[in-house]
C-alpha cells in the first residue's frame, strides 16, 4: 500500500522549530497535503509552548503500553508521543509532519517508511537567547540544553537543513520548500521497504 511520508522536524531547543511548524500550518492550511501532529507530553498545558495534548505520566505509560503511540521518547524530564492515529493520515496521500527527537528517527526510518527529515537550526548564541526568552527554564538547564549531546542523524535518506537565524518569515519560507520537496521527493520514490 502507497503511504505520504512522515517527515520528522529535529533540531536543538531554542531553534524555533513550533514557530515554524506553526507558520507552515497556516501557510498550507487550504491544500490539504500536510498533517500537522498535536503531540501528547506529560507537561501542564498551561505551562505554555506548544499547543499539546496534556497526560499525567501514568496516562502516558498507558497508552504507550498499548501500541497507541507510533513514537515516543523522553527528555527534560518529560515523555512526548506521537499518536498512532496520524496514520490514517498517511494513508489517506497525506504527509504528516511531526516534532521530533533526534533519537527517534533511526526506528522511523526502519519502521515507518517513507521518511523526511526537516533539520531546524540557529546559531548558539541565538538559541540561548530564545531559551532565556521562553522563561521554562533556568540559567542551569539552558547552558545544560545547549551542550547536550545530540544524536548523529542516520546517513541515509532525505535531509534538509533550515537555518532560523533571523526574520521569522524567511525560516518559514524555507520551511515550508522543504516539507514540499520531501512530500514531492516520497512520492517519485518507491518506498524501500517494498510495501508501496
Known sequence: ??????????????????ALIDGARRRLAAEGRFHFVRRVLTR????????????????????????????SWRAHGLAYGIPRAVE??????????????????????????????????ARPAVLAARLAGRGRETAEDIHHRLHRATPALPASGEVYTVANDFALEDGIERFVAALVALNRASSNHPDPTGSR
Open 1 to 18: 500500500m502507497s503511504l505520504a511520508p512522515l517527515i520528522l522536524v529535529v533540531g536543538p531547543s531554542g531553534a524555533g522549530k513550533d
Open 88 to 121: 490514517a493520515f498517511r494513508r489517506d496521500g497525506v504527509a504528516v509532519v511531526a516534532n521530533v527527537s533526534r533519537s527517534v528517527v533511526g526506528p522511523a526510518r526502519l519502521n515507518l517508511a517513507p521518511i523526511g527529515v526537516v533539520v531546524v537550526t
Open 44 to 71: 501542564p498545558a498551561s505551562a505554555g509552548g506548544e499547543d499539546h495534548i496534556s497526560v499525567s505520566p501514568a496516562e502516558f505509560h498507558r497508552t504507550e503500553a498499548a501500541g497507541g503511540f507510533l513514537l
